[in-house]
């Protein structure tokens, strides 16, 4: 479980999360959702060690964060970026290959590449291992880095928008690799943009307004239409299937 | 996929290059065919020609073929680190501030003589390096474009006191300090290849077992930490044996401008931009590049023609060449 508590964090003058606490549970999916600049992606950022936080407290199976040393955080925590380019032109499995930076002390070995294979196997991109990353698509390049943090095999994976550059196709390919590893009981927290995939896969949820957690109470489910509003700032209308409800545009 | 020039060729290649370099020559003696004989028999041959061609051999041209495989490979390989490091393919040692922090020092001794020549330039240089690095450090982390702004305002700054010494100094010094700060290797002797030779060695096998790191940093800071991976500890373990490569040649060869910048395209055109395979290759193809410019410039003419002449005549148009064809791209993010 990773425990956030009071967890405060400013770029210079600017607060983008104001004393947000949430508990993220072990084996769950929770999706993150909120409007431009409400703190998302920062508050995963810190959670993934990423950006160093002074006011709060993060904890990780109990441990503390800031305790925890670089390398032993990456072979628990997964981070995947919102975008990268790439300025020189490896190969897709180079690129994956650094993913298992913190199992290997000086060189990769064939174990390495056989986990960043298996990586591009499970994202279903296998086709693309020679070639040059730099002259990939954005969603490519999504993929890539997704299978990247897979052959990371962390125990939490953290995404950040993992779905923004690709097709529905592959939309649909990543929220079942996603559920593939719920199954294996790996816990997943993913900024979402698309509040009906979140409503539809998502276990839990954190919604974040200017850098606070909007709380929900039992009855208040975030698909509800006073809770929508309060996130999203207009009026949307929705429509139940399955027992959830759904945004109709 | 395009077809890569078979490497085990490339690795090769220095053995014959630098037989031949030891050969060629401006040498008023003996012709290269007569060296050539004698160097095959040298065991039957005595008396005072053998002698001299013995000397010339061994205490001209052989440290002299060493000292510039040497510089070559650690220009090289700390240029191609420095490109990784920075994820930019236009950076060069020169952008910290090194070489001019290096010349300076240089200039310094040979005007007023306060230190050895290559202990001058050495620490001159890491001061120069150290003073960039300092620039550019925030609280939030190293920018790659604020450390090399920082890299610009050093050089700026270093040149500007290089200038001052050539003014205040005398004529004849003046000339000796124009001529090292041009990069030459004719006064290669055994003495610079041993103070050269245990730096370069040192930092060349530590830039060659943390080689597959360049790759992880070059793909950015935050991609970097999400593996675990501290970029500003893994700058500082890169950025220390490279300036200790480069300022160390700097130090016995003066500036030899455009090597550390442009050779490592040369071989990503070669080998592809995997680091695991250009950084030994940027040892054997960076040696084996200066050695040929040098063996040039050597023979070339009958006076010697500073080896950064050449090096830059061969660099600016491959240089131009790639930028046109859109080989190098920067890109900020």
């Excluded at chain 2, 700054?157 to 124009?178: G, R």
Aim: hydrophobic share 50%; aromatic share 10%; glycine share 6%.
């Amino acid at each position: 479980m990773i425990e956030v508590k009071n967890l405060s964090f400013s770029f210079g003058d600017h607060e983008v999360l104001k004393n947000v606490s949430a508990k993220l549970y072990e084996g769950k999916f929770t999706a993150i959702l909120g409007r431009n600049g409400s703190g998302k992606s920062t508050f995963l950022k810190v959670i993934a060690g990423i950006i160093k936080y002074k006011k709060g407290e993060v904890r990780i199976f109990g441990k503390d964060l800031r305790q925890i040393k670089d390398s032993e955080r990456a072979k628990i925590i997964g981070y995947l970026p919102q975008f990268h380019t790439a300025t020189f032109p490896y190969k897709v499995l180079d690129v994956v290959l650094t993913g298992r930076a913190p199992y290997v002390f000086s060189m990769p070995k064939k174990f390495d590449i056989y986990k960043s294979e298996e990586a591009l196997d499970a994202v279903g991109i296998s086709h693309l291992v020679d070639r040059p990353y730099s002259e990939l698509s954005g969603g490519e390049r999504q993929l890539v880095m997704m299978a990247r943090v897979l052959a990371q095999e962390p125990k939490i994976l953290l995404l950040d928008e993992p779905l923004t550059h690709l097709d529905l196709t592959n939309q649909y390919h990543m929220m079942e690799l996603i559920k593939n590893h719920l199954s294996k009981g790996i816990t997943v927290i993913a900024v979402l943009h698309e509040p009906n995939m979140a409503f539809k896969y998502a276990d839990e949820f954190i919604l974040l307004k200017r850098g606070q957690i909007i709380e929900l109470s039992y009855h208040f489910k975030p698909w509800h239409q006073d809770i929508l509003k309060e996130l999203y700032d207009i009026e949307l209308n929705t429509i139940n299937f399955n027992d959830k409800a759904y945004i109709i545009p | 996929m395009k077809k890569r020039f078979p490497e085990v060729i490339l690795y090769l290649v220095p053995i014959p290059l630098i037989f031949v370099s030891i050969l060629f020559g401006p040498s008023e003696l003996l012709s290269i065919n007569e060296l050539a004989k004698l160097l095959i028999s040298n065991s039957k041959s005595s008396g005072e020609d053998f002698e001299v061609i013995r000397d010339i051999v061994l205490n001209i041209r052989l440290p002299r073929v060493i000292l510039a495989f040497l510089i070559g490979a650690a220009l090289t390989v700390s240029g191609n680190s420095l490109q990784a490091l920075f994820r930019n393919p236009l950076v060069s040692p020169d952008i910290l501030g090194l070489s001019a922090g290096a010349a300076f020092g240089a200039a310094f001794s040979l005007a007023y003589g306060l230190l050895p020549l290559q202990i001058s330039a050495f620490i001159s240089g890491l001061l120069a390096v150290s003073l960039s690095y300092l620039l550019a450090v925030t609280y939030r982390g190293i920018s790659t474009i604020t450390l090399i702004l920082a890299g610009i305002i050093v050089t700026s700054f270093f040149t500007a006191l290089l200038t001052i010494i050539q003014f205040l100094t005398d004529p004849f010094k003046l000339q000796s300090i124009v001529h090292w700060t041009m990069g030459n290797l004719h006064t290669a002797s055994w003495s610079k290849v041993s103070s050269a030779v245990f730096p370069i060695t040192l930092s060349l096998i530590w830039l060659m077992l943390i080689r597959w790191k360049l790759n992880i940093v070059s793909l950015g800071d935050t991609e970097t930490k999400a593996v675990g991976v501290n970029p500003d500890r893994a700058k500082l373990l890169i950025i220390i044996p490279a300036t200790l490569a480069c300022s160390s040649s700097v130090a016995v060869a003066g500036v030899v401008a455009m090597v550390g910048l442009v050779v490592p395209h040369m071989i990503r055109m070669l080998v592809g931009p995997d680091n695991i395979k250009v950084q030994p290759m940027a040892v054997v193809f960076g040696g084996s590049f200066l050695l040929c410019v040098d063996t040039i410039s050597r023979t070339l003419t009958e006076y010697e023609i500073p080896i950064s002449i050449f090096t830059i005549l061969i660099a600016a148009p491959f240089f131009v060449y790639l930028l046109k064809k859109g080989k190098i791209f920067f890109r900020e993010t």
